[in-house]
């Protein structure tokens, strides 16, 4: 038997409530890969149950891992260290861009299950593209016309709507980016997101994505 392990059982065995020896913990981590809020397949046929694992499980654990090798033991939020991200290497940047937009894209999508924005963000939707109509393919476009890797955005901005893309893992709340804001709404339009189902159509996944949008996650940002 290990000493570590020894001492654990000793512990056991002691019946004892103490804090074991840092020795004898695991390492600890600073930041984890959050658990996927539904069922890999439930937003078929939508997106495909292997994209969602791959994106998951693969891609989103990727940036996790990365982030804390470049970034082992701090103690800052994720959101301050975004917000002062020029000041970091590039990794983390990359890394804590990945992770940060990950998590919220998850919860950004559901299963189609016909909710609709609240009547506050319809309202602001109304004052700030004319319609939703006009929002939709403002955003579309947005998303449609990133070049290359990267992410389309809602955000509010001193009190109102704006859409703005960002590259690669870049996202409104870092300092470098030019439009910086709230996030309230996001599309991932890299194509790990979409390749395996819909190839080099990415304009039928965009169009995809709006049955998948949960609006009671995204109204709930919008007063936040
Ligand atoms: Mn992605």
């Not at 000793?10 to 658990?35: D, I, K």
């Not at 590039?90 to 894209?105: D, E």
């Not at 009671?216 to 936040?224: A, R």
């Amino acid at each position: 038997m290990k000493r570590s392990e020894f001492l654990k059982q000793s512990l056991v065995l002691a019946g004892a409530s103490v804090v074991l020896p840092s020795f004898a913990a695991p390492v600890a981590e600073s930041f984890s890969l959050p658990a996927l809020p539904y069922a890999f397949d439930a937003l078929e046929p939508h997106i495909d149950r292997l994209t969602m694992e791959i994106h998951h499980d693969r891609h989103h654990k990727a940036y996790v891992d990365n982030l804390n090798k470049a970034l082992p033991g701090t103690t800052k939020t994720l959101e301050e260290i975004l917000a002062s991200v020029s000041t970091q290497p590039v990794a983390v940047r990359n890394n804590g861009g990945g992770h940060w937009n990950h998590s919220f894209f998850w919860k950004v999508l559901g299963p189609a299950n016909g909710s609709k924005p609240s009547a506050a963000l319809a309202k602001q939707i109304d004052t700030d593209f004319g319609s939703f109509d006009a929002f939709k393919a403002e955003f579309t476009k947005a998303a449609t016309s990133r070049f290359g890797s990267g992410w389309a955005w809602l955000i509010k901005k001193e009190g109102k709507l704006v859409i703005s893309s960002t590259p690669n893992q870049d996202n409104p709340l870092m300092d470098v980016v030019e439009v910086k804001g709230q996030p309230i709404l996001a599309l991932d339009v890299w194509e790990h997101a979409y390749y395996l189902k819909y190839m080099n159509k990415r304009a039928d996944y965009i169009a995809a994505f709006w049955n998948l949008v949960n609006w009671d996650f995204v109204s709930t940002n919008f007063l936040n």
